[in-house]
């Protein structure tokens, strides 16, 4: 079965600098990855979106790399601030076109 | 952007009882709505697929006559559990794809507490 992991439950930064959360995926080659942030007892917001065919994704602070052959997404934040704090959801389409979400990276941005 | 709202943000009901979950897209149709359930430190997991004029269909282990859904019109899906027990207490989230965008981008609730004592 599909299974997509994000390898870190949490990570936490220094305002400024950039967060990295990794996203990785076995048993599948999806069309396309999605990132979510998700606040507490909040709904997931959508993020990115990004294709099979493209490596790499970018808007405002935030960038998306998609790496088919390491079945690997990258997440990136750059210039990072304490309002980034939240937890980031990766989600992909199953073969059945139902979306599978990963566990989340909960980001915690200290100033 | 695509809104989505539930009604109510939270519920507390005693054992035994049946507790109804509104989700409404207020600007745009949907054909389809999704249900999922979020325990805490967990990720979102799908419970069923909600179809505009047609019957649910839920992902396996989800069962169908306590968890009722019906989705009346292209803005409207309910999510009703019935006889709640303390184990359904979870955060239950709906979400939609715009039926007239290609992404298949979702856009979801605000979510919805339940807590059953």
């Known amino acids: 079965s599909q299974k997509i992991e994000q390898n870190s439950e949490a990570l936490n930064i220094q305002e400024g600098k950039t967060a990295t959360l990794t996203c990785n995926y076995t048993n599948y080659s999806p069309a396309y990855l999605q990132w979510y942030r998700q606040d507490p ?19 405002e602070r935030l960038k998306v790399t998609f790496d088919t052959t390491l079945k690997q997404s990258l997440f990136h934040i750059t210039a990072s601030q304490p309002a980034d704090s939240a937890t980031y959801l990766c989600a992909l389409h199953s073969n059945t076109g139902k979306l599978i979400f990963g566990q989340g990276t909960t980001l915690q941005v200290k100033p | 952007g695509a809104v989505v709202s539930q009604h109510p ?3 507390i009901c005693k054992s035994g009882t049946s507790v109804k979950i509104e989700c409404r897209s207020l600007d745009f149709q949907a054909t389809t709505m999704f249900w999922y359930r979020q325990f805490p430190k967990q990720s979102l997991m799908l419970m069923a697929t909600s ?10 282990g989800v069962e169908k006559d306590k968890f009722l859904i019906n989705h009346a019109s292209l803005t ?4 009703t559990v019935t006889s709640a027990h303390p184990e359904d207490s979870s955060f239950y989230i709906c979400s939609g794809p715009p039926r007239t965008r290609a992404t298949d981008t979702q856009y979801f609730g605000p979510g919805t507490r339940l807590t059953v004592l």
């Not at chain 1, 990115?48 to 808007?59: D, F, Y």
């Not at chain 2, 179809?51 to 396996?60: D, F, L, V």
């Not at chain 2, 409207?76 to 999510?79: E, I, V």
């Open chain 2, 51 to 60: 179809n505009e004029g047609s019957k649910a269909t839920y992902e396996q």
């Open chain 2, 76 to 79: 409207l899906s309910t999510l």
């Open chain 2, 9 to 11: 943000s939270w519920v």
């Open chain 1, 41 to 59: 007892g909040r709904g997931p917001v959508f993020l990115l979106l990004i294709r099979e065919n493209e490596k790499e994704k970018r808007k």
